[in-house]
């Protein structure tokens, strides 16, 4: 089946702006807040959200943190392979600071978990918020809900969500794939 | 996905290079994790493992002990010198009854070459061998390369010299084994006596001048002179003293080179013998460097190794 477009470039760069906006109106203008992106997807999410935060803060101190949950997975042992790990960057702790954490696509809640659990080893924040760019609503296997949403997708175990990049993919975009095999 | 092809690591004969990679590219990872402020992940909660020390060992004992207790591992030791061996018992009856208290992974150190081997056919646990007599000692190896790899970018091209008792050491042979397989280039230096016969079939040149031995490499491995294993006094060299003139390095010695080499030793240092006290603490020195990578390398191997126990 061909994919369906959930969001083309135009949208994917509203949708990342109101985000920013979003944030501002919560967070002002940075200086107790720090965004985590989690390993790998959520980092480039993590990244331009960041970067087009300096821009329109016209703040080049906002920090953003790369987070690696690989250690911290509840299915070690439970798949074929090793689960291969994603360098972590984090230069600086969360102690006493208001954290956003960021993923891609929200669907089980699972790497959540894993990211929260990931997080209390850089210190104890004083509060965690959850943004996501896609949010698999219904499909939720622990109960994990994002403050921050770019858009709600409902969906079926067999359709996979897709969130492309410029950096990475060429293109700025996320799609919904249905797999043949059910 | 990448995984490793072996269930145990019995000795760096055993690995491809791309295992050798994937073993580093995980330590990478771990190296990040033992530098945070809570250097601990969850990852072997939920398995056990036995520390078997049948022979002495200071810091790799310490160093598996950690690499254990970074992973959440559950860990139980055991040392030859209080236990039931003195009293007659085998190797695979006091294995048995420790792998009788549900034990996942086994850490073992002996005295006799193949043991780890032996164990690995014979008991249903994953088997790491810490060092099996003057056999293999590859935990070591590894950490030496991933050691020259984080000094000087890359491990092949690389010319690495092996200084000292190459007869005796599991060091040594596990250092070969694993430079080959990466790319470098091998050669070893030391007094006849103590150069096994088998060196030619590994593809070693010996280099019995050690001037001329450092004038050539990029690395010099300084082994420790194992005083234990020369069997009453110092059968194989006439003299500490002489053996200190002949191979010992020194800051003259350095000096008169006219480049710049990084400096190992695999420890303990028998600090004027092999290796004088103002090289050892110099800035070529990456010996203190080998001992931190030596608990991300041994909390990779572990990972790797665990992550292949099936479940129950």
Known sequence: MKPITILNSEQFALTIKRLCFQLIENHENFEESVIVGLQPRGVLLADRLAQSLREILKSPTISCGHLDITFYRDDFRRKEKPLEASPTNMNFTVEDKRVILVDDVLFTGRTIRSGLEALVDFGRPRSVELLVLID??????????????????????????????????????????????Q | MKTLRVNHLLGIKDLQPEEIQLIF??????????????????????ITIANLFFENSTRTKLSFELAEKRLSADVVNFSSS?????????????????LAMKIDMVVMRHPNPGAAHFLSTRVNSRIVNAGDGTHEHPTQALLDAYSIREKTGDVAGKK???????????????????????????????????????????????????????????????????????????AYFP??????????????????????????????????????????DSDHSIILNQVENGVAIRMAVLYLLASKIERP
């Open chain 1, 136 to 181: 698999r609503r219904f499909k939720r296997q622990i109960p994990v809900q994002a403050d921050y949403v770019g858009r709600w997708v409902d969906s079926i175990a067999a359709q996979r969500v897709g969130v492309e990049w410029a950096e990475s993919e060429g293109k700025d975009r996320v799609i919904m794939h249905t797999t043949d095999e």
């Open chain 2, 25 to 46: 590219e995980t330590a990478d990872h771990f190296k990040e994790v033992i530098n945070r402020p809570i250097k601990k992940v969850p990852s072997l909660r939920d």
């Open chain 2, 82 to 98: 209080s236990s039931s061996v003195n009293k007659g018992e085998t190797l695979i009856d006091t294995v048995n009854n420790i």
């Open chain 2, 160 to 234: 690495v010299l092996i200084v000292g008792d190459i007869l005796h050491s599991r060091v040594a042979l596990s250092n070969i084994y694993c430079l080959q397989k990466l790319g470098a280039e091998v050669k070893v230096c030391g007094p006849s006596t103590l150069i096994p016969k088998y060196i030619k079939a590994l593809n070693v040149e010996v280099e019995p001048d050690l001037i001329k031995g450092l004038n050539w490499c990029d690395v010099a491995n300084m082994l420790r002179i194992q005083l234990e294993r020369q069997g009453g006094g110092h």
């Open chain 2, 239 to 280: 003299s500490l003293r002489e053996y200190t003139m002949m191979y010992g390095l020194n800051k003259e010695r350095l000096d008169r080179l006219n480049k710049e080499i990084t400096i190992m030793h695999p420890g303990p240092i028998n600090r004027g013998v092999e290796i004088t006290s103002d090289v050892a």
